[in-house]
């Protein structure tokens, strides 16, 4: 019952009704609402996996990903625009993370107004550990995919993001 | 500037760097990695599109969507499990569109205390204009695929899809 629920929660059910669209349009169509449902039920997954594994949170393990992948540091403008949130949201995940010792501000010797954080040992070490079943987790996603299918699933996807990546920007 | 700012943003930047794993595993890692990378950067296109186009935003348009697809009407709670969001959000945004004539309430018989709401014959109107436009929008995101590359990762993506759906909660 609950898997139901929790599978068609996650299903975008947009059908493109409408005026008369050709069939490459509904191809695209029906190409992005599986993708949109993937990452809807992927997302809700590893969201609840955080809570359950490791009491935490998504934008806690994304925040904590950056600064694992950035250790000279990330002013929190960069952090912001990396972590697409507002600056109110990184400022108060940021001040918890440093209370917890996780995380910690530096000083910008060339800007007094600037600083960057970056992971502390601690928060290095309870990273680390998360991503390890992070990564676990997410490979037991793809339980009865055969290599082929895996290496033609991310060709495919590396393709649709370098020409999602080169488009220009929606005015 | 503008372009690599939006494209940078919307990359998810966890590596997975931590203990040893195997290569299926980074291979799952890298497939979840772009397909987040993807979906951000088109979702963040079609909100923007929504927003120069039609003045609206994605949940209006998602909630359009669902009642589109349920002409019967659909109830409160199903509608806020359908769109994955709190009742108090669902509730804000169904009462502006009912002020805005869009979508209506209508009394359940069998229960005073139920109420479903539908589109209103405006609504539909509106939501057909904005979805037909919407289609050719994700239409144009897939430019330089063939057919057969679209219908490979259509089934992929299909593949997994019925995978995840199928896998037991999390707990």
Same mark, same amino acid.
């Given at each position: 019952?609950? $898997?139901?629920?929790?599978?068609?929660?996650?299903?975008?059910?947009?059908?493109?009704?409408?005026? @008369?669209?050709?069939?490459? #349009?509904?191809?695209?169509?029906?190409?992005?609402?599986?993708?949109?449902?993937?990452?809807?039920? =992927?997302?809700?997954? /590893?969201?609840?996996? /955080?809570?359950?594994?490791?009491?935490?949170?998504? @934008?806690?393990? #994304? /925040?904590?990903?950056?600064?694992?992948?950035?250790?000279?540091? !990330?002013?929190?403008? #960069? /952090? +912001?625009? !990396? !972590?697409? =949130?507002?600056?109110?949201?990184?400022?108060g995940l940021t001040d918890r993370l440093v209370d917890? *010792?996780?995380?910690?501000?530096r000083d910008d010797p060339r800007d007094r107004r600037?600083? +960057?954080?970056? !992971?502390? @040992?601690?928060? $290095?070490?309870?990273?680390?550990?998360?991503?390890?079943?992070?990564?676990?987790?997410?490979?037991?996603?793809? *339980? #009865?995919?055969?290599? $082929?299918?895996?290496?033609?699933?991310?060709?495919l996807l590396g393709k649709l993001k370098r020409h999602? +990546?080169?488009?220009?920007? =929606?005015?």
């Amino acid at each position: 019952m609950t $898997k139901n629920i929790t599978a068609e929660v996650a299903q975008p059910v947009y059908t493109g009704v409408g005026q @008369p669209t050709s069939n490459v #349009d509904h191809a695209a169509l029906r190409i992005w609402l599986r993708l949109l449902t993937c990452h809807n039920l =992927v997302e809700t997954r /590893l969201r609840n996996q /955080l809570r359950n594994g490791f009491e935490t949170t998504l @934008p806690r393990f #994304d /925040l904590m990903a950056q600064l694992d992948r950035h250790p000279e540091g !990330l002013k929190m403008r #960069d /952090l +912001s625009r !990396l !972590l697409m =949130v507002t600056g109110g949201n990184i400022t108060g995940l940021t001040d918890r993370l440093v209370d917890e *010792g996780l995380i910690e501000r530096r000083d910008d010797p060339r800007d007094r107004r600037a600083f +960057s954080v970056c !992971l502390t @040992p601690k928060g $290095k070490t309870q990273f680390q550990e998360m991503a390890a079943q992070h990564e676990q987790w997410v490979s037991s996603l793809f *339980g #009865d995919f055969e290599e $082929k299918e895996m290496n033609q699933l991310s060709d495919l996807l590396g393709k649709l993001k370098r020409h999602l +990546s080169a488009l220009p920007p =929606v005015a």
